[in-house]
Nanobody, 126 residues
Framework: QVQLVESGGGLVQAGASLRLSCSLS????????VAWFRQAPGKEREFVAA????????RYADSVIGRFTMSREYAKNMLYLQMNRVKPEDAAVYYC???????????????????WGQGTQVTVAS
């Protein structure tokens, strides 16, 4: 059972930057999909970004394009989400997720991911 642990959340001023990390307990396949989602109070879990461990493709939600960058260190089983020019609407609990087996299209649907971390809170002060 793969375990995911997020870290790096906290209080950030609007317009500032924050870097989230996600550590996986073991390495999975190069073509598995890893992703970031977020969930604000009273809202559904929302796709943020996804990539393959191989790094061959990355997909972002429209709301974060140009501000957030997802990266990974496959050899270290680490994921990152660099959040720049943070906005109040970015405040949420951020989750990393893993989807095993190759998928021709990077999934933006939370239900397709089988492994999740416990989440890390991001609070934005305006």
């Amino acid at each position: 059972q793969v375990q995911l642990v997020e870290s790096g959340g906290g209080l950030v001023q609007a317009g500032a930057s924050l870097r989230l990390s996600c550590s996986l307990s073991e390495r999975t396949g190069a073509f598995d999909t890893v992703a970031w989602f977020r969930q604000a109070p009273g809202k559904e879990r929302e796709f943020v970004a996804a990539t393959r461990w191989s790094g061959t493709e990355t997909r972002y939600a429209d709301s974060v394009i140009g501000r957030f960058t997802m990266s990974r260190e496959y050899a270290k089983n680490m994921l990152y989400l660099q959040m720049n020019r943070v906005k109040p609407e970015d405040a949420a609990v951020y989750y990393c997720a893993l989807k095993l087996l190759f998928d021709s299209v990077l999934s933006t649907t939370a239900s397709s991911y089988g492994y999740w971390g416990q989440g890390t809170q991001v609070t934005v002060a305006s």
